[in-house]
């Protein structure tokens, strides 16, 4: 009975997950163009030419790292403080909460042009009417206000996604732990170091977790947003995998790029579930 019910999904598992991983697996140590037939075994050589003669790999591996640690840190920041501010006894906080999880509903390549919209004509027409350095800054024009227009785009949709997290969260905290401290005299920064926090460390494993996973793999809104220009200053990882494979042609070395990013992005989002669980259990 077990596997009447286990089976279906497990070959479609293996048909949709487990084959193509391991295809991809085999031509990362090979040669094919992703077009032709022809296919040669090069054992450790796209590996090699990776790590010693592909600089554009490394630059967009360390600018790809350096937005997930940006991307990871606002947005749970900000999706935490929504969070706080939606389960406070507001009158709109149903409306609030709609509101803040909408943009999470626009898909990557749409929301890309939107924004791509908003950077170019939305943003020049605020800063000829107001005068503000902000708005006439050259967002997708400059390597550094590109980085940071994809960050607020990420920003912006994530954190109502990671606010509904931690409104789960922080209704599951029992009210009598806080009521029993504000008469101990503790005021509401004590309560939220010392009580919130340890009570909702479960919801910050998770949303860790889904932040580092889904910055490290950002790939449509940087398409559709800046398409890793000026000069491949934006380019991420996944950007850089998909030209050399489909753009360059070089499918090989392109599965072994992205051999390479999976086993990092899994070594890091295991070592941060770890840490974070045995904070939860000394918490």
Do not use: H
């Not at 085999?26 to 090699?48: I, P």
């Not at 937005?67 to 939606?86: D, E, P, Q, R, S």
């Not at 509401?188 to 926090?197: D, S």
Request: contains cysteine; charged residues 10%.
């Amino acid at each position: 009975m077990f596997s009447l019910f286990v089976g279906p999904v497990f070959l479609a598992f293996t048909i949709i997950v487990l084959i193509p991983f391991f295809t991809g697996v085999y031509y990362a140590f090979t040669d094919w163009n992703g077009v032709t037939g022809n296919v040669k075994w090069v054992g450790l050589d796209n590996f090699k030419y990776i790590f010693t003669q592909d600089t554009d790999f490394k630059d967009s591996f360390l600018l790809t790292t350096k937005y997930t640690v940006v991307a990871i840190l606002l947005t749970n920041i900000i999706g935490f403080g929504l969070a706080l501010l939606v389960t406070q006894k507001l009158k709109t906080r149903n409306i609030l909460r709609t509101v803040f999880f909408m943009p999470n509903l626009i898909g990557g390549i749409l929301l890309g042009f939107i924004w791509q919209f908003i950077f170019i004509k939305g943003f020049a027409s605020i800063g000829e009417l107001t005068g503000i350095p902000f708005f006439n800054l050259p967002w997708l024009g400059d390597a550094s206000t590109g980085f940071w227009g994809l960050v607020i785009v990420s920003v912006w949709q994530g954190a109502g996604y990671i606010m509904i997290i931690y409104v789960a969260a922080l209704q599951n905290v029992p009210q009598e732990l806080i009521e029993a401290a504000k008469i101990d005299g503790a005021n509401k920064w004590q309560i939220l170091r010392n009580i919130t926090m340890p009570m909702v460390a479960p919801a910050v494993t998770i949303c860790l977790f889904l932040t580092t996973a889904s910055s490290f793999k950002i790939f449509d809104a940087n398409l559709s947003l800046t398409n890793g220009g000026p000069f491949k200053s934006t380019e991420m990882l996944a950007l850089n995998i998909y030209t050399e494979a489909f753009v360059n042609n070089r499918y090989g070395i392109g599965e072994a790029k992205a051999l390479i990013f999976f086993i990092v992005v899994a070594a890091i989002t295991i070592l941060q579930v770890t840490i974070t669980k045995k904070r939860e259990v000394e918490s």
